[in-house]
């Protein structure tokens, strides 16, 4: 294996825990979005978990790995799901459509008083010994980039950060390998010399893809972990366990 060099990240899941973070915001946002769709209020509780389900978490931070925002690439069976609810409970399927959009996009959540409440110490102390010890470090999410401009500053890492790419950004999404190629194009690295550190299945695809060197998963997002230990070098149970890595830190 060669040295790496540098290191890029997923941030929803993998710099923290997921369900602590959007847990609470996006079940907010689901039943809101839900009855404007036309939800029966006597139906709530199932409609709303029976939605949960698909999106992939809940109000108290369960996680789903088959989730649609731990699965990006699996749009079309979510749609199918999301399709099946809508008729079973007779809401309107542009409206239901429209609360999707809306939370794949992180809408009017009041993003930044949330995120005052949560604690990031670790996070921020983990990417700080990651760019001290000097490897380069990117993000590639599926996050808006006001979204993730928002969270680099409440986590204090944005100035450790050298490569971002976002969902507003040209570059394919994951699994589609095309930000490791620019990763290493920008820094005049090799694609060995990148480690891919990620929550889901798909970061491990897009790093296997992309060629990269070492994959690391953490379990603070999909918490998948039957499929993490299949597709990735390494899993660990969240980010800041990596400081330990024989490989990153010999």
């Known amino acids: 294996m060669a040295g790496i060099k540098g290191i890029i990240m997923d941030k929803d899941g993998t710099l923290f825990r997921y369900g602590e973070v959007w847990g609470p915001v996006l079940s907010e946002a689901i039943v809101k979005g839900l009855y404007k769709a036309g939800m029966p209020k006597e139906k709530e509780k199932s409609c709303v978990a029976d939605f949960c389900k698909v999106v992939g978490i809940t109000a108290d931070g369960t996680t789903y790995p088959d989730g649609i925002i731990f699965r990006h690439d699996q749009l079309l069976m979510a749609t199918i799901r999301i399709l099946r609810i809508t008729f079973r409970y007779h809401m309107n399927p542009w409206k239901v459509w429209k609360c999707v959009q809306g939370i794949m996009n992180h809408e009017n959540f009041n993003l930044a008083s949330h995120l005052d409440k949560i604690n990031f110490t670790d996070v921020h102390e983990t990417v700080k010994q990651l760019h001290a010890h000097g490897y380069i470090l990117g993000i590639v999410t599926t996050d808006t980039a006001e979204s993730t401009d928002l969270f680099l500053s409440k986590m204090g890492i944005k100035d450790y ?3 971002l790419r976002t969902k507003d950004s040209e570059t394919p999404t994951k699994p589609n390998p095309g930000a490791i190629k620019e990763f290493c194009n920008e820094f005049k690295l ?46 660990y149970p969240s980010l800041k366990d990596i400081l330990t890595d024989p490989i990153l830190f010999p």
């Open 161 to 163: 950060i050298s490569f």
């Open 190 to 235: 090799k694609s060995e010399e990148i480690a891919v550190i990620g929550d889901t299945v798909v970061d491990m695809e897009f790093g296997r893809i992309g060629e990269a060197g070492y994959t690391i998963a953490v379990l603070t997002g999909s918490g998948d972990k039957e499929g993490l230990e299949k597709t990735a070098d390494k899993v």
